[in-house]
């Protein structure tokens, strides 16, 4: 074997890749092993900068088993997950050398080799914010990059999808649509992009946190308890997401947002509603949950024309996509206005992501927040209580791109000395 235990190099890639979210949603599998859904759906790729995964993944001869750290604990592998992104990814790897480190490694020596694997999110784990899904994606995208795997984004989301259905979708920027496919191997359910990041670049997305607790129903758990009682998700699968993913495709062609956010938001609600009509049912929002859809529905409904469109994960975070930048700053003071933080926060961790919003809203500390004026939609009625601590804070962002790879070492999370977590 070309790679032999008395060789110490260690040859490592790190990559970054973004979480999305459905706007029209994926709940619900045909094929449980292989992670086929019910349904097609579509996503919009959250800005990287501000909501991604950055995975480090190395392989050495010295190393005497696959291991692998998540946010800095180190867990399990034997994953049946885990397992199939590795085996799918390693079954295609080339061969690779570089003379200059003394490396050769040959597509054989792939099946022996060992790989040290470090991940690390920028935002809150199993609440509700897709971050199996960017973890997935970053998985399979460092690994193909450091295995020299030859095959193409669309493959490579066939092999994302087993880890985690949403994955599939992190691999492109932009809008995204999960083909959920028609073969039983599962080779034809993969995602495609259908915009890039600048196709619709006014777009403003503010997600207001509501708990990072993790959810009590796992999707995985929910989703089969829904596919195993609903009936509403039967009707939903057949008869509703296809024309909804044909309107919703022409929506983003022609920008067009008054149909973009009245199919973004009805995709919600009745996901929502199929989690309800679950036995025993799932609940994934809660009152505040529920107060800011009532804040938006209000809004858009004085305007006469949708402002903001919301949809909900598997959890209680809102995100809120608004038509503009101007839009974007209404909607903050109003989200501000009716859940002001604690008087003790500090605004910058409180509102985080782009901050040069909270400029365009006027407000710089404290005491600006709690001067801001009610919403004239609530004229003539009396604003709702306001709800004091109720989101723990505010990401602000846009539609942005794909993976990436980092060239530079300092963004790495493994020692390139031992293929230890830094």
């Avoid at 503009?324 to 509102?351: E, W």
Wanted: aromatic content about 6%; proline content about 5%; hydrophobic content about 35%.
């Amino acid at each position: 074997m070309a790679a032999d235990s008395s060789q110490k190099w260690i040859l490592m890639t790190t990559a970054q890749t973004p979480t999305n979210i459905a706007v029209i949603k994926y709940w619900g599998k045909r094929d449980e092993a292989l992670i086929l859904a019910v349904n097609d759906s579509i996503s919009v790729t959250l800005d990287p900068q501000h909501l991604c995964t950055t995975t480090t993944v190395a392989v050495s001869p010295m190393f005497q088993s696959d291991r692998m750290w998540l946010n800095g604990k180190e867990i399990s592998l034997s994953g049946g997950r885990y397992q199939n992104c590795l085996r799918e990814i390693r079954s295609r790897a080339s061969k690779i050398e570089d003379e200059k480190k003394g490396i050769k490694i040959t597509k054989k020596d792939w099946e022996k080799l060992h790989v040290h694997i470090a991940s690390y999110n920028n935002f809150p784990t199993a609440a509700g914010l897709a971050s199996s899904a960017a973890g997935f994606a970053c998985l399979v995208f460092s690994l193909a990059k450091l295995m020299n795997v030859q095959e193409d984004q669309g493959k490579l989301s066939a092999i994302a999808r087993q880890g985690s259905g949403s994955a599939c979708r992190s691999l492109y920027g932009g809008f995204v649509k999960w083909v959920m496919g028609n073969e039983e191997n599962g080779s034809d359910s993969i995602a495609v992009q259908l915009q890039d990041e600048k196709h619709w670049d006014e777009l403003v997305i503010i997600i207001a946190v509501v708990s990072s607790r993790q959810k009590e129903t796992s999707s995985t758990s929910g989703m089969r308890d829904s596919v195993e009682t609903s009936l509403l998700l039967q009707h939903r699968a057949k008869e509703v997401v296809p024309k909804r993913i044909i309107e919703m495709e022409e929506a983003i062609k022609n920008r067009d947002f008054p149909s973009f956010a009245r199919l973004t938001c009805a995709d919600s609600n009745q996901f929502h509603a199929v989690c309800l009509d679950t036995s025993p049912p799932i609940f994934y929002m809660n009152d505040t949950s529920h107060r800011i859809i009532s804040c938006v529905e209000k809004w858009n409904r004085s305007e006469g024309t949708p402002q903001v469109a919301y949809t909900f994960d598997a959890g209680p975070n809102a995100v809120l996509i608004a038509r503009d930048r101007k839009v974007a700053a209404n909607l903050l003071q109003r989200l501000l206005y009716y859940f002001p933080p604690h008087s003790d926060t500090d605004l910058n961790s409180y509102v985080i992501g782009d901050k040069s919003i909270l400029g365009d809203v006027g407000v710089e500390e404290m005491k600006d927040v709690e001067a801001l004026p009610p919403p004239p939609e609530t004229k003539d009625q009396i604003p709702a209580q306001k709800q004091r601590g109720a989101v723990s804070y505010f990401i602000c962002t846009r539609p942005g791109k794909g993976p990436v790879l980092l060239s530079d070492e300092s963004q790495a999370l493994l020692n390139p000395e031992s293929g230890l977590p830094k």
